[in-house]
């Protein structure tokens, strides 16, 4: 089972830490796995109460291989050596100083107003990226530390994979490529099986290595805390950091409170923390999720600095998220993976901040309207005018079938309308063409203009847009609907004529609108009464 050795008493603790405990009062802050534990036959238990000891606290702690501990102060020694350099030297000792993207992945040194960072990967020529030139030594402290927290993070994935439940060859599909097939149990921490497919080839994996120092202007948050590295979540899918030697790491618990995680609780140098990026809060669906962690300002014996190396394991971009091949484990408290199928692992971060980005849109926009429709109410009041609804509706029962009622209805041209003297297609191919213009004559000597607009011989609905008139009324717009509803007990049709005004139009036009729509469908009715 795992080790709860604790270097501190429990007041001391409860004071520092802060831990979280059941209601059956076990402590899961200070829980610490030893890897052989999680690894190998008899290890179910052990990878249940790992992966849970991660969700309940989004981060937990575990005992690596100890080779990592000669590998992490070979690298941080070097690399501080290289944070001391003059900013002159330090261009002329590496690759490259500066952020830079390569083959689409961000790597590279920078001085940054709170921290120097070294984000660097390896490529198909086993070389770092940028590689360093001096101090002797650290482009092989690099290249051997890289490797063996490549391993340990893909033997935590494949942990954390049987802890929900799912197959590890399936997480494993989506890292980089590795020498033959690849594996459906948790590999070892040791294992070195990375291939990538050319030279030029780079990592998706990062080992980051910064330097903070105590004499910078810190950022404060609103509570007050002074932070060289401001609250945030990762980018990957596992995160490693070994603990420094001055430690700064604050992670916001779960009681909604900052509290410091980065301690040893067993006193050992190869104790490691473990949480969880963005890219799997999303492929698991929120199984696991990232802890929001930020980095204070060091405080040991000023004027000092923190030098650490934390390693990230990231989903290669290119790589299908694919759950339904997927399989499955046994587990305690199994999981269900997103339901992703075709989304790839560079897609992922924009799933749900284009939801985001959308929500802040609509948001907006609705902003807009509303206000947009506060003004046009406050001038149409200081206008003393508010205009109303303009609808007509007109309908009828017609003594034939639907099919005979729409064969007169569809032509346009109003022959059953006692007001109707004949009309014409002014512009067209036919008649029922969307589109097509036609003129009305009158019987009183005005002429319509229409504009047909929808015609539907499925729904027999027709619709057409009133153009121009010659009787003197004016409007903005006017649309005509005629729709037919079979009445099916007498074989008979009902009608239905609506027209939609602008408000500009005045109440005598609706009212005459209104008569002249009954005339029309009384002689549609005298038209299939004869």
Known sequence: MCIRDRMMSDSDEDNAHGPLRDADGTDWTH???????????????????FAQTLRKQKFVRILLPEEVVGSYDRVSQLSGAFFDMEEEQQDESIEFSEMRTVQGKLTGFTHQRLRQQYECRMTGEDKPIPCPYAPEGLEAAIKTHFDLMEGCGRFVLGVLSEGMGVNPKWFYDLLDQVEGETSEEPTSPCERRRKLPDPESTTANILRMMQYHSETDPDVETDGAQVLCTDHLDVGFVTISLISDNPCVQGYRADRQWHDIEYTATGKRNEAIIWVGEQMEKVTNGYYKPLRHRVLRPSANPPWMRVQNTFFLRGRPQAVVNATLATRVPCKRPGLLRKFQTTTVRQLMAVDAAKAILHDYLEDKRAQIKAFKAEQAAQEQRAQRVPMSTHVRESAIVSASIDSVWNAVRVMDFGFDPMVAGGELVDGEAATQVGAVHTLHFKDGTEWTLQTSGLSDQKRVLSFELLARTDGVECSSCQHSIRLTPVTLSNSTF????????????????????????????GLQAYFAE
Not at 37 to 48: A, M, P, S, T, Y
Not at 502 to 516: P, T
């Open 31 to 49: 829980k610490v796995f030893e890897w052989r534990e999680l690894h190998g036959d008899g290890r179910r238990q052990n990878v249940d109460e």
């Open 495 to 522: 009608v239905e004529w609506t027209v939609d005004f602008s408000n500009d139009a005045e109440a005598q036009v609706l009212m005459d609108c209104q008569y002249k729509r009954q005339d029309a469908l009384r």
